[in-house]
T-cell receptor, first 110, second 115 residues
Framework: QKEVEQNSGPLSVPEGAIASLNCTYS??????FFWYRQYSGKSPELIMS????GDKEDGRFTAQLNKASQYVSLLIRDSQPSDSATYLC??????????FGAGTRLAVHP | DAGITQSPRYKITETGRQVTLMCHQT?????MFWYRQDLGHGLRLIYY???????DKGEVPDGYVVSRSKTENFPLTLESATRSQTSVYFC??????????????FGPGTRLTVL
């Protein structure tokens, strides 16, 4: 069974610091990876997608992919209290289905 | 442009009743998905549809029925609701039929309570 693993947290970081969120996946053939942000009581919101090994930057967010290690991470620079949310890692499986990790809760404190 | 809407947003029902959750999209995306989200389990796929009249089971389909007669609508029916179906239900859509760039976009969710 294909799996996506995340540390449930909470990950607590001070305002202005870098938050590092990690995810591992079991299917070596996976090609597409996504990070969603979910505020409490809200729906998941897509914030990053990555398909190639290396880094992809978008504003304060950087996604990192290492297919050899089956590892994908999300870095949030200059963390703000508004970044406090649960971050879901997702991997594209067969038939366009996403496999989600259970999520990591991030708390940014002033 | 409303994107994805779900109705009702909140529903309380009783064990044994039939309940239908609606999902409507204005994007004409090919793929549509139904997930449930429970504490400790994350998002789990119930059913998905690649196009009108094409549906298939996901990870947790038991007790649910779907149909898709029109591209824009994807209703989810609980034929005889059970307490274990108390959950938050999300509908999602994806614009591509295949390929790497299969980004999914989520509706606002329906919070269902079965008493």
């Amino acid at each position: 069974q294909k799996e996506v693993e995340q540390n449930s947290g909470p990950l607590s970081v001070p305002e202005g610091a870098i938050a590092s969120l990690n995810c591992t996946y079991s299917d070596r053939g996976s090609q597409s990876f996504f990070w969603y942000r979910q505020y409490s009581g809200k729906s998941p919101e897509l914030i990053m997608s990555i398909y190639s090994n290396g880094d992809k930057e978008d504003g304060r967010f950087t996604a990192q992919l290492n297919k050899a290690s089956q590892y994908v991470s999300l870095l949030i620079r200059d963390s703000q209290p508004s970044d406090s949310a649960t971050y879901l890692c997702a991997v594209l499986g067969g038939y366009n289905k996403l496999i989600f990790g259970a999520g990591t809760r991030l708390a940014v404190h002033p | 442009d409303a994107g994805i809407t779900q109705s009702p947003r909140y529903k309380i029902t009783e064990t044994g009743r039939q309940v239908t959750l609606m999902c409507h999209q204005t994007w004409s995306h090919s793929y549509m998905f139904w997930y449930r989200q429970d504490l400790g389990h994350g998002l789990r796929l119930i059913y998905y549809s690649a196009a009108a009249d094409i549906t298939d089971k996901g990870e947790v389909p038991d007790g649910y029925v779907v149909s898709r007669s029109k591209t824009e609508n994807f209703p989810l029916t609980l034929e005889s609701a059970t307490r274990s179906q108390t959950s938050v239900y999300f509908c999602a859509t994806s614009p591509l039929t295949s390929g790497l760039y299969n980004e999914q976009f989520f509706g606002p969710g329906t919070r269902l309570t079965v008493l």
